[in-house]
């Protein structure tokens, strides 16, 4: 397994434009997160919203740029990545299971489209790890990054393993990750989310 380098100038690319690859309204995402507004959204949910993922039935995780404008209180945010417990009121009987993703492995992900408001989901593969540096992330955080598709609206989104476990939260996407000479050429149009290793000690420690 071989971590890519990542350069300063991926803190702007992150987020450019609206979407990177594919992605189709899901039913079975309304099941799996929700929608949370940080915004005055318009008709055609225009307006800034993001999504939380369930954890148990008073809080949920999401991405911190999602719960820093969320009309939902915090409860904590995690020290060096992009991640955040709100206070949510969920109705679930069975509580999610986590599991860290291997790359090669292919993933599922869950969210909702600023665009549209609907949710959306996306299919693709873990294609490497790399290091991850703006506002919200900073050293040691590590992403995963996977060619499944992503559309604003959809960070704090859920990833899914191929067993249906949790996998990560989605930060974002960018346009390019340019890696190390010796390496093969850039990863181009690619998603990113936190992989559970980089959040299980303090997820449990906020949840308890």
Avoid at 8 to 14: R, S, V
């Amino acid at each position: 397994m071989k971590k890519i380098a990542i350069l300063p100038a991926l803190a702007a690319l992150m987020l450019s434009g609206c979407s990177v690859g594919k992605y189709e309204y899901s039913s079975e995402a309304m099941k799996r997160v929700d929608m949370n507004f940080t915004g005055i959204p318009t008709i055609l949910g225009i307006g800034a919203l993001g999504t939380s993922i369930p954890l148990t039935p008073e809080y949920s995780l999401t991405a911190a740029h999602v719960a820093k404008l969320s009309v939902q209180r915090v409860k904590a945010y995690h020290p060096y990545c992009d991640l955040a417990i709100i206070y949510h009121k969920n109705d679930i009987k069975t509580l999610p299971k986590f599991r860290n993703g291997d790359i090669g492995e292919p993933v599922k992900m869950y969210g909702y489209s600023f665009i549209t408001a609907m949710p959306v989901e996306s299919s693709g593969v873990n294609l490497a790890l790399t290091g991850i540096r703006n506002e919200w992330n900073k050293r040691p955080c590590v992403a995963m990054v996977s060619d499944a598709g992503v559309v604003k609206g959809m960070s704090g989104g859920a990833v899914y393993n191929k067993d249906d476990t949790i996998g990560g939260v989605i930060v974002g996407f960018t346009s390019e990750i340019k890696r190390h000479k010796n390496t093969a050429v850039p990863l181009k149009n690619v998603s990113l989310y936190i992989p559970y290793k980089d959040f299980k000690e303090w997820l449990s420690k906020s949840t308890t």
